[in-house]
C-alpha cells in the first residue's frame, strides 16, 4: 500500500522579535484510515489504522482477542474490493475466510469491537475475559534480561521508526530477543495495531508463543497493551511512559515483566521484577 503518509497544507508560525514568522506550506502527515475485518464474509470489527501491514494486523488483532489460535486457522486472507469516493481502490476491507471446521467464539453484545487509534477495543470485558481465554502460562516462562539490554531498546526501536521520522505522528512496537537482537517492528497510528501487527507477523511466521521476547512499544502501557503481549505468551513488557492500574494488576496475576518509564538511565518495574538480572 501507498497510503501510509500524505501531504496537507499548513501554516507554520513562529515566534520570534517582533512580529510572528508565518508560512504557508504542505506537510507530511501519518494516514488514519478505517479497515472493516470480515470473517467469511461478515463484518466483524473495524478499527482506524495506518494502512500497511493489514493482514498482519488482522490475524494479530484475532488472535489477541481470543478469536483465533494462530495462522493455522485461516484458509484465505484478502483485501476485498472497494472504492473511495473518487472511484479508485482503497483496500479498506479484509476478508478471512477459515479452515473447515474452525469458527470464532460467538462475541455477543459484550463486546462493540468498534476501536479507535487511541483507546483500542471499546466496551472491553474485564480481566475476567483475559483469564478465560488467554492460551499461555507465562509463569512457566524463565526469560531473564539484563537492565542493560532493556536500557538499549528504546533508541534500537527509534532507530527504525522510518515513518515517524517524516511525520512524528506515529507510534512504534519492536519485538526483541531476550539479549537485544531485534526481530520485527511495526508502525501505526494506534499503539494498539502496532502489537498487533507485531503479533500477526509473528502468528504468520509460527513464532507463536513468543517466549524469551521481549516487547518494547512507544507511549504508554495500557490495558489493551497488556492482554495482547499476554495472549501471544510474551514475557516482558517495556514502554518509554507509564502503565495503567489495570495492565499492572493484570500483569501481576499472569506473571508478565512490566517495565515503565525506560528512559536511560532509568527504569521502573511494576510487575515480574524476578525477570531481570539485578545482581546480589
Known amino acids: 500500500m501507498g497510503r501510509v503518509t500524505a501531504r496537507r497544507p499548513s501554516t507554520r508560525v513562529e515566534l520570534v522579535d517582533g512580529p ?3 508560512v504557508a506550506r504542505p506537510d507530511t502527515v501519518t494516514v488514519e484510515e478505517p479497515l472493516e475485518i470480515r470473517v467469511d464474509g ?3 470489527a473495524v478499527t482506524m489504522r495506518t494502512p500497511g501491514d493489514d493482514f498482519d494486523l488482522t490475524i494479530g488483532f484475532l488472535v489477541t482477542e481470543g478469536l483465533l489460535a494462530g495462522a493455522d486457522d485461516v484458509a484465505t486472507l484478502m483485501h476485498c474490493t472497494d472504492t473511495g469516493d473518487d472511484g479508485s ?3 479498506n476491507v479484509v476478508d478471512i475466510q477459515l479452515q473447515p471446521g474452525v469458527s470464532i467464539p460467538d462475541v455477543g453484545l459484550q463486546r462493540s469491537f468498534v476501536t479507535t487509534s487511541s483507546c483500542g477495543v471499546c466496551g472491553k ?3 475476567d475475559a483475559v483469564r478465560l481465554r488467554s492460551p499461555y502460562d507465562l509463569t512457566t516462562d524463565a526469560t531473564v534480561v539484563s537492565p542493560q539490554v532493556l536500557a538499549g531498546l528504546p533508541d534500537a526501536l527509534r ?3 522510518k515513518v515517524f521520522d517524516r511525520t512524528g505522528g506515529l507510534h512504534a512496537a519492536g519485538l526483541f530477543t531476550a539479549d537485544g537482537k531485534l526481530l520485527a ?3 501505526d497510528v494506534g499503539r494498539h495495531n502496532a502489537v498487533d501487527k507485531i503479533v500477526g507477523w509473528a502468528a504468520r511466521e509460527h513464532r507463536l508463543p513468543l517466549a524469551a521476547t521481549v516487547l518494547m512499544v512507544s507511549g504508554r502501557i495500557s ?3 497488556a492482554q495482547k503481549a499476554l495472549m501471544a505468551g510474551i514475557p516482558v513488557l517495556a514502554a518509554v511512559s507509564a502503565p495503567s492500574s489495570l495492565a ?5 496475576e499472569f506473571g508478565l515483566t512490566l517495565v515503565g518509564f525506560l528512559r536511560p538511565p532509568r527504569m521502573t518495574v511494576y510487575a515480574g521484577a524476578g525477570r531481570l538480572a539485578l545482581g546480589a
Open 159 to 161: 532507530d527504525h521508526q
Open 42 to 44: 461478515r463484518p466483524l
Open 248 to 252: 499492572i494488576d493484570l500483569a501481576e
Open 89 to 91: 481502490p482503497t483496500f
Open 185 to 187: 517492528v511495526r508502525e
Open 125 to 127: 470485558t474485564s480481566i
Open 223 to 225: 490495558f489493551e497493551l
Open 20 to 22: 510572528p514568522s508565518v
